[in-house]
């Protein structure tokens, strides 16, 4: 319940913004940059061979940047780590995905069911410095919940532990992408650490890829697309599906086509 203080404090800052209003001249920053219309960031998860062998070229044949979320303890990190670096020369955000991507669900390993509040942190500071190092950076990371899981540990301990994996990202990173309700953000309403998606892409076609994505450019909001493999690996759509989304991107250049972080990073400017 709220104390008759607190009633007095929001009224005090209701009046404090009543009055900036009329004394301050009417600045207007523009939704997007350039005026544009919508804004779509395409992110790709887990660090994968066909990240590299596909989604790469394709980026750069459309003159378009995305996000990788890269679990770097998965082989494919580690084992091509001059190409995932020339991604980043590229102009691409490569991001955290954790190192050994634990969720809580049954059928993938590690569960992080098994996991303490000390092993899930490790998980995110590890892969944070890694991808710090490997790309000389120290521009911020952004993150991506394996599974879109928001918690860990036994069932009995979720709750609390919800609270610690949200500390955690946010020490080592600046926003996150959970699995959101399909809808496209509003950027006035945005939750910087539970960022939404546009919903599953596995086996979609160009044309079912597009419908997610005008709800975005109707309410000039912001589609971020999860993706994760691309001609193969796994939850995948086809190089033609992708190829042809990119390429409708890059013929309406009043949609902002931009990686997450860098979405982000306008908007909290924008503020
Ligand atoms: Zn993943």
């Known amino acids: 319940?709220?104390?008759?203080?607190?009633?007095?404090?929001?009224?005090?800052?209701?009046?404090?913004?009543?009055?900036?209003?009329?004394?301050?001249?009417?600045?207007?920053?523009?939704?997007?940059?350039?005026?544009?219309?919508?804004a779509i960031s395409l992110t790709f998860d887990d660090g994968i061979n066909t990240h590299l062998d596909f989604v790469g070229p394709i980026l750069k044949k459309h003159h378009l940047n995305a996000t990788f979320f890269v679990a770097t303890?998965?082989?494919?990190?580690?084992?091509?780590?001059?190409?995932?670096?020339?991604?980043?020369?590229?102009?691409?955000?490569?991001?955290?995905?954790?190192?050994?991507?634990?969720?809580?669900?049954?059928?993938?390993?590690?569960?992080?069911?098994d996991y303490t509040p000390a092993m899930f942190e490790a998980e995110i500071r590890d892969a944070a410095l890694d991808l710090a190092t490997t790309l000389n950076s120290s521009r911020g990371l952004t993150f991506a919940y394996p599974c879109g899981n928001m918690s860990f540990g036994k069932p009995q301990d979720e709750v609390a532990n919800a609270a610690l994996y949200l500390c955690y990202v946010s020490e080592y990173a600046f926003a996150a992408r959970a699995v959101g309700s399909g809808a496209p953000v509003n950027p006035d309403d945005l939750n910087v650490l539970a960022v939404g998606d546009l919903g599953p892409t596995a086996g979609k076609g160009f044309p079912a890829l597009l419908a997610q994505a005008e709800p975005a450019f109707a309410s000039h909001n912001w589609g971020v697309f999860c993706f994760h493999g691309v001609g193969g690996d796994w939850l995948a759509i086809t190089p033609e599906a992708l190829d042809e989304l990119a390429a409708y991107l890059e013929r309406h250049p009043d949609i902002w086509t931009a990686p997450f972080g860098d979405v982000v990073r306008y908007m909290q400017e924008r503020k």
């Open 73 to 113: 303890g998965m082989g494919p990190w580690e084992k091509r780590k001059p190409e995932w670096k020339q991604l980043a020369l590229d102009g691409n955000e490569l991001a955290n995905h954790t190192v050994h991507h634990p969720c809580l669900l049954e059928q993938i390993t590690p569960h992080s069911q």
């Open 1 to 38: 319940m709220k104390t008759i203080a607190a009633y007095a404090l929001s009224f005090a800052s209701l009046c404090a913004v009543a009055s900036a209003q009329n004394s301050s001249p009417a600045v207007t920053v523009a939704r997007w940059p350039q005026d544009r219309l919508a």
